[in-house]
């Protein structure tokens, strides 16, 4: 695929008299356009894991992640953000998102919100960005100007700054490191909610996915840091803890609310017999690593 610095903005040659065709030929079209998503992403992993190892590396000092963009890229960030609370039971200040136009940008258009950098120096003084943090823009065309100021800006205090775009960009002086993807053309011309938009979604998973299984947020995959906010989620850590014990499914559900809800410290008080108070203790003494805590004999 020919990388040149408009790729967000170039025509696909796959689309040309789209309109002219029917629904299924339409969604042909689609289907097969898709499929460069994964190639695109095939060549960007290695770029991809230098990114989540800066995120570990970062929130284990103590910093958090911020994703920054504007339109679907910020909703995206926000979205992805929203997640990480419920599934791993973080802190929702540890991962953030940041959408150019504020709250009202993630279910309208607010025009121009992405050339408005006004804003951006006080967003940055409001949540305190420091050293210790990772800043993610996140911009499709690459040339954000919101985006690109707030990593700026975030990097003159020191802060980790990336940038996720789907164009062949120059280097930036003031970004440590870009994800460069390149997905092609859009079937409808410029149009980066679709597959620089899809494309963005499987970053972010990775991104923040394999840091918290790095973070020790999981138990071999299964989430046993959730956070048992519903009824659906108190079945998945029933279903967890039968998985991972030998409970049953009453059992399961006796040792969870003696755990107030928590899966790990529920495994822990099962499978070394201690109580909740203990299994708090043994968390915090081996920062959360439940095959550290179950395999150790001198806890």
């Known amino acids: ?38 190639d695109g992403l095939e060549e960007s992993l290695d770029d991809i ?33 929203s997640e990480c609370k419920p599934t791993f039971s973080v802190d929702k200040e540890l991962v953030q998102g940041v959408i150019a136009g504020g709250e009202r940008a993630l279910t309208e258009s607010v ?9 951006v120096n006080n ?21 954000a100007p919101f985006v690109l100021e707030f990593l700026k800006l975030s990097h003159k205090i020191g802060a980790t700054t990336v940038l996720i775009t ?30 620089s938009g899809t494309a963005t979604k499987m970053i972010l998973n990775m991104i923040s996915s ?5 973070l020790n947020k999981t138990y071999g995959n299964y989430m046993v840091d959730l956070n048992v906010v519903n009824k659906k989620l108190e079945k998945r850590a029933i279903n967890i803890l039968k998985a991972l014990t030998d409970l049953n499914n009453s059992e399961a559900q006796i040792i969870l609310k ?8 529920a495994i822990i008080m ?25 395999s150790n004999d001198n806890n």
Do not use: W
């Open 210 to 214: 394999i840091t918290m299984i790095k």
């Open 49 to 81: 894991k230098n990114v989540v190892n800066l995120t570990i590396s970062s929130l284990i000092s103590g910093g958090r992640l911020l994703y920054v963009g504007a339109g679907t890229s910020g909703r995206l960030g926000v979205l992805d953000a």
């Open 111 to 119: 025009e121009g919100a992405e050339d408005k950098i006004d804003e």
């Open 270 to 294: 099962n499978n070394l017999k201690v109580s909740y108070h203990e299994s708090i203790r043994l968390i915090a003494k081996y920062n959360g690593n439940l095959r550290l805590i179950l």
């Open 166 to 195: 789907f164009n062949n960009v120059d280097n930036i002086k003031y970004v440590d490191k870009i994800i460069k993807t390149y997905v092609g053309p859009e079937i409808i011309s410029g149009s980066t909610r679709m597959k």
């Open 1 to 38: 695929m020919k990388k040149t610095n408009i790729i967000t903005e170039s025509q696909n040659q796959n689309s040309i008299d789209i309109d002219t065709k029917n629904v299924s030929e339409i969604v042909q079209i689609f289907h097969n356009d898709n499929k460069a998503i994964l």
């Open 123 to 143: 967003i940055i003084n409001n949540k305190n960005i420091s050293s210790k943090d990772i800043i993610i823009g996140i911009s499709c065309s690459g040339s």
């Open 258 to 265: 003696k755990s107030e809800g928590k899966v790990k410290n």
